[in-house]
């Protein structure tokens, strides 16, 4: 779910003004999961300017403590979120770890990066959410580690039925600064696509998986 509308457009807005965020329905995107997709976000962009990371930032961190109020820790997750993360842990005042997508093969074999004390409430901060696979991944090793988990915070999600329930399956709380809905309607507005193009980045989302220019 997004907290506000109006944070939701601005961070659309954004993200399509410094190509973050690509809409090319008329030249399809290949995914590493081999999807073809009309869409690529890259939000590790967001980083080369400085008054949007701040807006993020500020933004990501007044979500976190309307909702779960001041944490423990702010946990990012490797790799795309880990600035974005220690970012807001800053904004807060707080510790920052990192969660690795398996556990690291040599050295100290850890998963979670950084000083975790037994207990504590955590709040994982994610750049981007497709399936949310990966994302939960992060949250399950945090609970391996003893932490509280209580809840995640993302820039922007594509808004997949498979992502909502696999959240719901694990009981996790997501919150995104914006999402795909409004994404398109942004887009739409500042005439960033056509009606033809948006019947397409609609028609995408019902079946990416299968879907094809």
Same mark, same amino acid.
């Given at each position: 779910?997004?907290?506000?509308?109006?944070?939701?457009?601005?961070?659309?807005?954004?993200?399509?003004?410094?190509?973050?965020?690509?809409? !090319?329905?008329?030249?399809? /995107?290949?995914?590493?999961? $081999?999807?073809?997709?009309?869409?690529?976000?890259?939000?590790?962009?967001t980083l080369?300017?400085? !008054?949007?990371?701040?807006?993020?930032? !500020?933004? @990501?961190?007044? @979500?976190v403590l309307d909702k779960y109020g001041k944490p423990d820790v702010i946990a990012g997750v490797a790799t795309g979120a880990i600035a974005i993360g220690v970012l807001v842990a800053e904004e807060l005042g707080v510790p920052f770890v990192y969660v690795r997508p398996e556990v690291k093969k040599h050295g100290r074999q850890n998963q979670v990066e950084g000083a975790l004390e037994s207990g504590s409430n955590v709040v994982v901060i994610e750049d981007l959410i497709s399936? $949310?696979?990966?994302?939960?991944?992060?949250?399950?090793?945090?609970?391996?580690?003893?932490?509280?988990?209580? $809840?995640?915070?993302?820039?922007?999600?594509? $808004? /997949?039925?498979?992502?909502?329930?696999?959240?719901?399956?694990?009981?996790?709380?997501?919150?995104?600064?914006?999402?795909?809905?409004?994404l398109l309607e942004q887009a739409n507005e500042m005439n960033y696509i056509s009606e033809k193009e948006l019947l397409t980045l609609n028609y995408w989302r019902t079946n990416p998986s299968e879907w094809n220019q």
């Open positions: 779910m997004i907290k506000n509308k109006d944070t939701a457009k601005k961070t659309a807005e954004l993200l399509l003004k410094i190509k973050a965020i690509k809409l !090319q329905p008329n030249d399809p /995107f290949t995914w590493a999961s $081999g999807w073809k997709s009309p869409i690529y976000c890259d939000n590790r962009v080369s300017f400085p !008054q949007i990371r701040t807006f993020l930032r !500020q933004e @990501i961190a007044k @979500i399936t $949310g696979k990966s994302s939960l991944n992060a949250v399950n090793a945090l609970k391996k580690a003893n932490a509280t988990v209580k $809840g995640m915070v993302a820039i922007f999600s594509y $808004g /997949f039925d498979i992502a909502a329930e696999n959240f719901e399956k694990d009981n996790i709380e997501l919150v995104t600064l914006s999402n795909y809905d409004i």
